[in-house]
């Protein structure tokens, strides 16, 4: 089992370039998160879906888009990359039924110049 | 508004010694509290989850305690090693939404 994985782990971005973060998950959750850390801010939740073709805003939804089209991927977009949106980006999967743990992935450096 | 508060400065200790980190927490009504400790340059990992109508939790050397009355959990971590040096975080869960709301974490420095 390989977890939660995302690709890529670090990218450069220039103001106004476009890119899709990929989360994976192989262990058939139905909940899966997108979440950025910022330096004393925690995390903060961005979307989550609660299964396939779902999706749902979280607390800081602007500027991002999300897809579930299959139940074991959860794919971020940047249309637009602002340098506010430099961050580092975590992934995160949930069995349904809620009051479970979540599982992270190992996170993706984004860096917008 | 919705708050939640981890000890922003971090916490040095000895080793051997007891280390309690708090979260407190207002305007929620928490069904439940996860702690998850996350290690520099990685994801978090769940260590814990207390429910509402649970005091106290422990699992090997680590207790959280759950207050919903003061709005607090206290997560202790006895006997500490420098292996336990990270930063903790407390999460609520977010009514309604399925989705967890974090604290800012607290970094926690064991001392040899």
């Known amino acids: 089992n390989a977890g939660v994985t995302q690709t890529p782990k670090f990218r450069v971005l220039k103001t106004g370039q476009s890119m899709t973060l990929l989360c994976a998950q192989d262990?058939?959750?139905?909940?899966m998160y997108w979440y950025r850390q910022d330096p004393g801010m925690g995390l903060r939740l961005i979307h989550y879906?609660?299964?396939?073709?779902?999706?749902a805003k979280g607390e800081v939804p602007d500027g991002y888009n999300v897809s579930r089209l299959k139940k074991q991927n959860f794919l971020l977009g940047l249309e637009s990359a602002a340098p506010s949106q430099t961050s580092v980006y975590f992934c995160?999967?949930?069995?349904?039924?809620?009051?479970?743990?979540?599982?992270f992935g190992p996170g993706t450096r984004l860096t917008v110049l | 508004s919705q708050k939640i508060e981890q000890n922003s400065e971090a916490l040095n200790i000895q080793e051997g010694k007891t280390a309690t980190l708090t979260c407190n927490y207002t305007?929620?009504?928490?069904?439940?509290l996860q702690w998850y400790r996350q290690d520099p340059g990685r994801g978090p990992v769940f260590l814990l989850l207390?429910?509402?109508?649970?005091k106290e939790k422990r699992k090997e050397r680590l207790k959280v305690t759950f207050d919903t009355t003061l709005k607090q959990s206290l997560f202790h971590i006895t006997a500490s090693q420098p292996a336990d040096s990270a930063t903790y975080l407390c999460?609520?869960?977010?009514?309604?939404?399925?989705?967890?709301?974090f604290g800012s974490g607290t970094r926690l420095q064991v001392q040899p």
């Open positions: 995160a999967s949930m069995v349904s039924g809620g009051a479970n743990e979540q599982f």
């Open positions: 262990m058939n959750h139905e909940y």
């Open positions: 879906s609660v299964g396939e073709g779902t999706t």
């Open positions: 305007n929620y009504s928490p069904a439940y």
């Open positions: 207390i429910r509402e109508n649970e």
């Open positions: 999460a609520l869960d977010n009514t309604g939404r399925r989705a967890l709301t």
